[in-house]
């Protein structure tokens, strides 16, 4: 018998989002453990929407309607911040790639299926509403060979120190003042660096200042660069600490600076584990779905929108406005649509 096939809704492919990337890698990661995955992407459509370097086919009319015709039971995985089941898919899954709520979403889940993206996320979860999740799936949302292609070499000749606080101003927060010179990272202007530039940014600077969750903390680890993490109202823990550790990393404005001599080489090691253990757990999850899905009824599968204006654009803004408010769905729509923009 066909294995039942695998949808996971997730936009278009970015370098610079973790969540995206993630989605994306975790359809790579199925296919090359045999499990039938497809990308059922929603949003704009954009110029280049999967990366080349993973196995990630996109969900197409003629795709969804052979399943159906073969009487498959489609299994979908959402993120956190995804409302309901808009693929009416037969089983689902939520996948919490961040706090729920954080970004717009729910605090409890209807889905057949609940994983957080780290254990620190599973535990909030339960803590907080006595919720219970059927574990976690960490997948690192990194490519390792072009970080540790990446050599440290701090400036000493114009020193200065890297801040990342992306969502942190997009929930409303100022970040501190830092003596000497401070480059802040951008996303979202004509001033932001590309992929290669960033990189370089990190090896050179005197330390990583961040506000928020990011892989700019592994990558910093990864590359040697000390980082310094600012607690706040929405960052008070790294999720990836059970995953990976907290070489090289420091908490406060006045600790002093991180000693990052094994943080390249314990973290590489936490990453080689998990992967290890991924393989293994994709295996095992996939038969728990398999096994439901072959009891569930036939559902009418159906595609995700396409346009800038669509459903799901429209409970992410309402989801936002009931956790931030005005300001924080016009701080994510001018985002939402100059990313939209820029990469048409």
Request: proline share 5%.
């Given at each position: 018998m066909d294995l039942n096939p695998v949808y996971i809704y997730a936009p278009p492919f970015v370098m610079w989002s973790a969540g995206i990337r993630v989605l994306h890698q975790l359809c790579d990661q199925l296919n090359k453990n045999g499990i039938p995955a497809w990308l059922a992407l929603h949003g704009p459509s954009s110029k280049d929407e999967v990366s080349l370097q993973l196995d990630t086919p996109v969900l197409n009319k003629e795709?969804?309607?052979?399943?159906?015709?073969?009487?498959?039971?489609?299994?979908?995985?959402?993120?956190?911040?995804?409302?309901?089941?808009?693929?009416?898919?037969?089983?689902?899954?939520?996948?919490?790639?961040?706090?729920?709520?954080?970004?717009?979403?729910?605090?409890?889940?209807?889905?057949?299926?609940?994983?957080?993206?780290?254990?620190?996320?599973?535990?909030?979860?339960?803590?907080?509403?006595?919720?219970?999740?059927?574990?976690?799936?960490?997948?690192?949302?990194?490519?390792?060979?072009?970080?540790?292609?990446?050599?440290?070499?701090?400036?000493?000749?114009?020193?200065?120190?890297?801040?990342?606080?992306?969502?942190?101003?997009?929930?409303?927060?100022?970040?501190?003042?830092?003596?000497?010179?401070?480059?802040?990272?951008?996303?979202?202007?004509?001033?932001?660096?590309?992929?290669?530039?960033?990189?370089?940014?990190?090896?050179?600077?005197?330390?990583?200042?961040?506000?928020?969750?990011?892989?700019?903390?592994?990558?910093?680890?990864?590359?040697?660069?000390?980082?310094?993490?600012?607690?706040?109202?929405?960052?008070?823990?790294?999720?990836?600490?059970?995953?990976?550790?907290?070489?090289?990393?420091?908490?406060?404005?006045?600790?002093?600076?991180?000693?990052?001599?094994?943080?390249?080489?314990?973290t590489l090691k936490a990453i080689e584990l998990a992967m290890e253990k991924l393989s293994r757990q994709l295996v095992l999850e996939n038969s728990k779905w398999q096994a439901l899905a072959n009891v569930k009824a036939i559902t009418r599968t159906r595609l995700p929108q396409r346009s800038l204006i669509s459903r799901h654009s429209l409970d992410r803004a309402r989801l936002v406005f009931k956790s931030l408010g005005l300001i924080g769905v016009i701080r994510f729509g001018t985002r939402y649509l100059y990313r939209w923009f820029y990469k048409r």
């Open positions: 795709t969804l309607q052979s399943h159906i015709r073969s009487g498959l039971k489609v299994i979908a995985i959402y993120p956190e911040t995804i409302l309901g089941n808009p693929l009416n898919a037969a089983v689902t899954i939520t996948w919490m790639l961040n706090t729920p709520k954080l970004l717009g979403g729910e605090e409890n889940f209807n889905s057949d299926f609940v994983y957080g993206f780290t254990k620190t996320l599973v535990g909030e979860y339960e803590d907080n509403g006595n919720f219970k999740a059927d574990g976690s799936i960490f997948l690192p949302p990194l490519d390792i060979m072009e970080i540790t292609k990446v050599v440290r070499k701090e400036d000493f000749s114009d020193p200065f120190k890297l801040l990342y606080c992306q969502k942190f101003r997009a929930f409303g927060g100022i970040p501190d003042l830092f003596p000497g010179k401070v480059i802040e990272v951008e996303r979202f202007t004509s001033k932001a660096p590309s992929r290669a530039e960033l990189l370089e940014m990190i090896s050179r600077s005197e330390e990583v200042i961040v506000y928020e969750n990011s892989t700019i903390v592994t990558e910093a680890e990864i590359i040697g660069t000390p980082v310094r993490c600012i607690s706040n109202e929405w960052f008070i823990s790294l999720l990836a600490e059970n995953e990976l550790g907290s070489e090289g990393v420091v908490w406060g404005i006045s600790s002093p600076k991180a000693d990052t001599s094994k943080s390249r080489e314990k």
